[in-house]
Nanobody, 123 residues
């Protein structure tokens, strides 16, 4: 499975941004999909995950209400809509695929990772 994330960029605080992650080489609707992020000098952290059908979503508590994850299985794509962005959201954002569906908040549960897309939020 190959994952390619895109949509990052430089935005101002309060702006919105939508990240996309396109998957190829596998059966997309068999994977739980997740987004993680890693800020400079910090460990990678969970952002959001979505079930295979898209009917269940999981969020980091600190991001709930501002970020929305969704997926389009017909397009083999998962999205992360980010609203009211803050400087502390600055990070490289990674999408990942979880074949087993276990522990969607844990990065070790994910089998495949994209290359990341950088988001910078200026104050």
């Amino acid at each position: 499975v190959q994952l390619q994330a895109f949509g990052g960029g430089l935005v101002q605080a309060g702006d919105s941004l939508r990240l996309s992650c396109a998957a190829s080489g596998g059966t997309f609707n068999s994977y739980v999909m997740g987004w993680f992020r890693q800020a400079p000098g910090k460990e990678r952290e969970f952002v959001a995950a979505i079930s295979r059908s898209g009917n269940l979503a999981y969020y980091a508590d600190s991001l709930k209400g501002r970020f929305t994850i969704s997926r389009d299985n017909a397009k083999n794509t998962v999205y992360l809509q980010m609203n009211s962005l803050k400087p502390e959201d600055t990070a490289v954002y990674f999408c990942a695929a979880n074949l087993g569906g276990w522990s969607p908040r844990t990065d070790r549960s994910y089998n495949y990772w994209g290359q990341g897309t950088e988001v910078t939020v200026s104050s």
